[in-house]
């Protein structure tokens, strides 16, 4: 039974001894190793060898990058203003053995170092430049902080600031400035809409009137030249046809009952050479109607029954607004109200 017991020990032993003769390290990881106390040497990832109860782990560190955040930290701003700053700190141990025995807890040596080095920065800037120059303190506490951690085998790659919250007044402060801020913008964009509308209206309305203005000029001037053509072919027709007096004695006066169309119309304006025409006219009319005298005009007689029938006719009764005697006067039918004459020598 002794021996039996003996070799039970001496196997686990065996066992121990293997176990602690082998270690086997993670990749991205790194051991440090202690003989008596006392540094030897650091285990890489793979497998290793070591001395049994000789050779002892002390650490295990991890290689890969860290992130770790810190709570907010209150700092005092170049105006006196008190500001809760949140950090996250991005580094890497490149030296396991320094970051083992040059610091006792490098995390909260990192700490301490990023709040006072946040303190000083921030102490020499006013809160506007504060919450506008994250990157310029993000660069300022990296190199702070990569100078200060090189020593202890650390390598700090990034430095993020994560919030910047002021007190709340200031919030308020700032909320009622910004609302300020867009209410002036809004009203100054509004103004500039309606500004911009009215021009537009008042350039369409300018366009309008000048087209208006020239389309009634061209209007204007294209009836001028046709009543000037239509004139002008009315009196190279007239030469044309070699007219007489007597048919423009006659013409004058198919256009009387014209002129006396209207009521407004109470006024006649007629030529001195208005009687010379009817005289002629009633030669003519005398002619061909047989009248007395020779084929000459009667005062006395009145027209002739042509006339009579063409002044008594439907289509002319209302033109009829006057009747001619030998002078050249005109006396007015109990038809029309009264019309006065006169002469223009």
Excluded: C
């Amino acid at each position: 039974m002794a021996i039996i017991i003996v070799l039970v020990i001496l196997v686990v032993l065996v066992v121990i001894a293997l176990v602690q003769t082998i270690q086997v390290i993670q990749q991205a990881s790194a051991a440090i190793v202690e003989r008596f106390g006392r540094y030897t040497r650091t285990l890489n990832a793979g497998l290793n060898i070591v001395v049994p109860f000789i050779d002892r782990i002390r650490n295990r560190i991890d290689l890969r990058e860290q992130v770790v955040p810190f709570p907010p930290q209150p700092v005092i701003t170049q105006d006196n203003l008190v500001v809760n700053i949140d950090t996250v700190i991005y580094y890497q141990v490149t030296d396991a053995r320094a970051a083992t025995y040059e610091v006792s807890n490098y995390i909260q040596a990192i700490e301490q170092l990023t709040v006072t080095t946040l303190r000083n920065i921030i102490g020499g800037m006013d809160l506007e430049r504060t919450l506008t120059s994250r990157e310029e303190i993000n660069a300022a506490l990296r190199g702070v902080l990569d100078e200060a951690t090189g020593k202890w085998g650390i390598r700090v790659n990034r430095v993020e600031l994560k919030a910047i919250e002021p007190p709340t007044s200031i919030q308020d402060s700032m909320e009622k400035q910004m609302r300020a801020d867009r209410d002036k913008r809004a009203a100054i964009l509004q103004a500039e809409g309606v500004r911009q509308s009215e021009i537009l209206q008042a350039e369409g309305a300018k366009q309008s009137e000048i087209l208006r203005a020239e389309g009634d000029a061209k209007a204007a001037a294209l009836r001028a030249e046709g009543e000037a053509q239509a004139i002008r072919t009315v009196f190279e027709a007239i030469h044309a046809g070699d007219a007489d007096q007597k048919l423009l004695a006659y013409q004058y006066v198919q256009m009387l009952p014209k002129i006396a169309e209207g009521d407004a119309n109470k006024l006649w304006i007629v030529p001195s050479e208005l009687g010379d025409a009817l005289k002629g006219l009633g030669g003519t009319l005398n002619k061909y109607t047989g009248g007395p005298n020779g084929g000459g005009f009667d005062p006395a007689a009145g027209p002739s029954p042509l006339a009579k029938a063409r002044l008594s006719s439907p289509s002319d009764a209302p033109h009829a607004a006057a009747s001619a005697t030998p002078d050249g006067h005109h006396t007015p039918t109990s038809e029309q109200p009264p019309i006065r004459t006169v002469h223009i020598q």
